[in-house]
């Protein structure tokens, strides 16, 4: 984990340190606005150029950058539109024309996929791309729709490569953040660096825990049915809070590394496994991802506002392709059907079935708990699909579930 | 503060900055003083050898600091008192195959009397520049230099001199320590030979833990009263393991290696003949070619060879040490055929003959026990490791009255 290498706590301390500095130099230093974005951008681009394997790992992103930056800086529908098919191709060719390929190959006999696939598709995809392309993208539509575009090509880098969220978001919204860059605190914000130290402490008592539950869920689930049915239920549940603790801590770090820079960034968990639908898992988990895909999959592909049918059409759809942001292969996708499914189910089900419906639905309203066991459970069988390829996440709910 | 969830909005207004802020360096000021502390005491009771469950499998890192207190309270801090025996290496001489009650570096102590100290230093995987080696050195730099230094290897091979992957650590936190004294010839070997991408990484963090000392509160911690590190290992090997068991200090594992004897017939499974064979060949062709009938060795492995020899252990241990190259049980040997026999043991006389040329001790051993004195192909059960320190100890006697450690005339101990 990258906010845990030796490289970066001495990167962040000396960073840090500057950053905290510059105001002390206030009799000497102006205008300091400038020299604080200039140090957050030098910053994030040796963040990158060192985490992301130099000069070959830095082009795709800067690259992708000048061609989102130039695109919406004419604020044309065509332009925005040709920025938003260049991220949406530069994504797939990086993280899903291996996947696709050798899922094609594979289908001829005989020819081993991989390792012709490898030589000439690239295997590693460039660091982040799954969040700077989300943010370019949700930059160009925001545009395309009258938003205004970031004047300055210094603030877009900003946005762009901002090293706190480049890893694993959050996704950023530039209408949030690039004012906050263009109004950097003279002062050192003693507030912003306690809370963010608090955060930061947080996100790695978290991931302490989730790293002891990866090591552990790493031998158990190649020996689940070694397992008591109550330990197979404990491990489920070491499953759910594993991936919960890792990856909210990661965003709790990234929250408060930005803080310490003054800069305030979109939470992403509200305590997910106390919702009571598939619905409000959702609205608090991942919180910038589920946004970033109703905005700019649900909505655009036409939301609620066609009927029943193609509500359900435009969610299966949303899901399916936010199943597959997370990892290039096809237990990606169908766990995101899976909650595709269950957010469709629970959404309509009381229109469907008309008074059945409607006489489940008052009593669910009833019982809460029930409502909150419901989803618990649904969720952490979807975790299955997400961690593990379809016969061996099958294999474990049928052991689950008591069965040999 | 806008924008902070309720949680930490309690936290935040009971907290004050420049408390926070003070509290933060203080703490680390003094987390680091006791890591610092304990660095200098020895918390092993008992230690008897770095069995599974206080070793690299079960996350245990001991450090440099470590190894260097073991042996130092093991000679009672005397610096002209016992003679250190240090023993280096791999799986072979931990004793893997040998409970802790029959340890061959027990046998090895009953024979070289009181006038001697065995300290068992190996870990498995290790090398003959690791463990055993960096507390040779750690003690030399502070005074202590009657020491032996004894590790395995098997022919023709040495490994990096800063050390093999799992426990190449130990060299950059005794480097970065100051536990070593300056060796140019290998600091540079070493940096025109860097050993992969993650020595970097490796090396930034022993420097930072050279400054606050973490791993050695750490593992002090871990092994005096709480470790939080889960492991597969305590469930499997340990019987009658409970849920909570990855939190029991390590100090309350016992040493289970080996409890129970293995019959000879389960030494040598059928399904095991052919990847030692295989491993066998392994050892000769990278190293030899066969020209006329006869081995002769190949001049690029065999130059960088003598090269990491030179440069692995400093000249003031190079003259302390003995390399031991172990053979393999004579079950697989009598398998080969002629020409790879005479293969095997080719690299294994170039291989002494290579390390008494640079300033070691060096002997071969095993060559001339029973399949019986074997657990499986390398390691040796207790038969075998009473014969290894018979075969070791009166070499370990000449080399201390070489050096000047005894007295010539000084009768050897009844056994």
Redesign the interface.
Known sequence: MIFL???F??FIAIIALLYWTIPLLDNWITPQKWIKQGLILIASCCFYWHCGGGLIGILPVLILGAITYGCGVTQQKRWCIAGVVACVVTLVFYKYTLFLSQSLVSLIPGLNAASILSTVIPTTPPLGISFFVFEFIHYLVDVMRGSPAIAHPFQFAQFGLFFPTLVAGPIKRYEQFVPQIEKLSPRIA??D???G???IAVGLLKK?VAD?LT??LA?WSDHFDWLTTEWRWVALGFMALRIYLDFSGYSDMAIGYARWFGI?IP?NF?FPYIATNIREFWQRWHISLSNWIRDYIYIPLGGNRHGISRKILNALIAFTLCGLWHGAGWNFALWGLYHGVGLAISSNYKAALGGLGQGIHAGLNRLPLLCWAITLLYVCFGWLLFFYPLPQAWRMAQLLVGAT | ?K???PL?RW??DR?N?KA?VVG?IAVLIVLSITGRVVAHHNFYSHFQRFHLFIEAQTLFYPTASQLREIVKSKIQHQKNGKIAVIIGGNSVFIGVGQSEKELWTNKLQKLLGKKYKVVNLAFRGGGIQESGAIAAQALIKEGYKKLIYIANTSPGNIGNPEGWSVYNYFYWDALDKGLLKPYPARAKYIREHPYGPTT??LK??M??DSLFYANDLWTTIGYRWVF?????IL?NDLPHSTWYQWLVPRRLYPDIDFSQPVPLKARYPASEEKRVIELIDNYCHPMFQLEDGLWTPKTDFWDDFNQKVVVTLPDNLKRRSLIVVMDISPHYVKQLDSLKERCWNRNANTTVRTFRRHGYHSTKAGFNFAPEDYLDHVHLVSSGGEKLAAHLAPQIRAIAQELGYVKSNQKEPKT
Request: charged share 20%.
């Open positions: 290498s030796p490289w706590l001495i003693k507030a660096i306690l809370y130290s608090i955060r302490i002891n090591i552990y031998f305030k939470e509200n | 503060m924008e902070v969830p930490y936290l935040l907290l900055f926070f933060f970097e990484d930034l963090r420097w930072l939080t590190v889960w492991n597969a469930i």
